[in-house]
Every structure is written in C-alpha cells, then in structure tokens.
T-cell receptor, first 113, second 110 residues
Framework: KAGVTQTPRYLIKTRGQQVTLSCSPISGHRSVSWYQQTPGQGLQFLFEYFSETQRNKGNFPGRFSGRQFSNSRSEMNVSTLELGDSALYLC????????????FGPGTRLTVL | GEDVEQSLFLSVREGDSSVINCTYTDSSSTYLYWYKQEPGAGLQLLTYIFSNMDMKQDQRLTVLLNKKDKHLSLRIADTQTGDSAIYFCAESNDNNDMRFGAGTRLTVKP
C-alpha cells in the first residue's frame, strides 16, 4: 500500500500571499489530521477531518483552514501568510478516528519570505 | 493544558542500548506512541502501546509503560548509526487529540 503523500514537498511564498497544501491518505483511511512543526513550538495539532467534516481543531487563527473531499484527500489553506508560518506541515491519516494509529506523510516545508 | 515531556538529547556508542524517556500528564491517555523522524523526513511510526499494557517488545525495540507514574520509555537494543534521528513520544485520548513531546535527538557514535 502506498503511504501518505503530500504535495508539494517544498514551497516558498512571500508575506501576505496564500497557500494550499494537499494530502492524500493511505487507501482506505478516512481520517486526515494536519500538524505544524517548528523548531520553537514543536509539533502542534491544526485540525482533523473525517468523512468530509472537521472533527477537531487546534488553537490556530482562522487564517488556517482545511477541507476534505469525498475520496478522503484533504487540503489545507493558509491565507495572509506571515513569517511565523514558515514550518514543516505534516499530514497524518488513520482508518477512522479515536483510537486508530496515525501514519504521517513526509511533510511540506513552507518558507515565508 | 496536558503536556508530554522528553529530554532533548541522548548520545550513545554504537552497539550500546539507548533508553529514551517520556512523561505525560493526561490521565485519560489511551494510546502512547513512539515516532522517529530522520532529517528532512516526516514522522515514522515505530511502535505504540495501549494504556492498559505494561510492556511491548518489537525486535530491537522495547516499550515500557508505568501508568501510575505516567512514564513511558523506549529502549533500542544494539543501537546502530542508522538509529540516529529525533524520537517523538506522543499520546492520544478517546477524542483522538494527539499531543507530542518536543523530541529527543539521539546521536549514535561509531
């Protein structure tokens, strides 16, 4: 089975722009979670989607949003980029939710200049 | 809020055992995980343990859980240079809220 894939792997944007990141979960997985990883804050949970519905949301501003499609693929959008948004954005998928183990993708490294 | 804490660095010699420790505060944790992250890569699930287990062994990896003290450890036997990476401890509860430690950077010296 193919693992979790994320595109693009690397992205460079400037302040004020917006960006969309994509995540394709493992086949058969219906839950997708997004995380932000920075040297200063470590790994922080952004949100989780299951069956096209947002189930959980972390403590991030409204500039961060996401959605999930009927094929379980998910996108994350960040609007009005700030320098502090530079990070590795990780996507993880699991079969459903709750107790299922999450499997992570390689991440998208976003640099905001 | 609930926290997961790990020591930041560990250095061992090749062939020795490595023990990475983690403490957590959420008493409702149901699953505890160890992930490995190599440079430039995402997180790789190494192993996980249910909160009602004390120990889990998987080849060179041994996970010990002391639920009373909320202490989790990962032992890597016969550590190799390829084991050099950052190891993250994580816990989740029934709501699938997942919390990670800051990661322990393991350096294996030849």
């Amino acid at each position: 089975k193919a693992g979790v894939t994320q595109t693009p792997r690397y992205l460079i944007k400037t302040r004020g722009q917006q960006v969309t990141l994509s995540c394709s979960p493992i086949s058969g997985h219906r839950s997708v979670s997004w995380y932000q990883q920075t040297p200063g804050q470590g790994l922080q949970f952004l949100f989780e989607y299951f069956s096209e519905t947002q189930r959980n949301k972390g403590n991030f501003p409204g500039r961060f949003s996401g959605r999930q499609f009927s094929n379980s693929r998910s996108e994350m959008n960040v609007s009005t980029l700030e320098l502090g948004d530079s990070a590795l954005y990780l996507c993880a998928s699991s079969v459903s939710s709750g107790k299922d183990t999450q499997y992570f993708g390689p991440g998208t490294r976003l640099t905001v200049l | 809020g609930e926290d997961v804490e790990q020591s930041l660095f560990l250095s061992v010699r090749e062939g020795d055992s490595s023990v990475i420790n983690c403490t957590y505060t959420d008493s409702s944790s149901t699953y505890l995980y160890w992930y490995k992250q190599e440079p430039g890569a995402g997180l790789q699930l190494l192993t996980y343990i249910f909160s009602n287990m004390d120990m889990k062994q998987d080849q060179r990896l041994t996970v010990l859980l002391n639920k009373k003290d909320k202490h989790l450890s990962l032992r890597i036997a016969d550590t190799q240079t390829g084991d050099s990476a950052i190891y993250f401890c994580a816990e989740s509860n029934d709501n699938n809220d997942m919390r990670f430690g800051a990661g322990t950077r393991l350096t294996v010296k030849p």
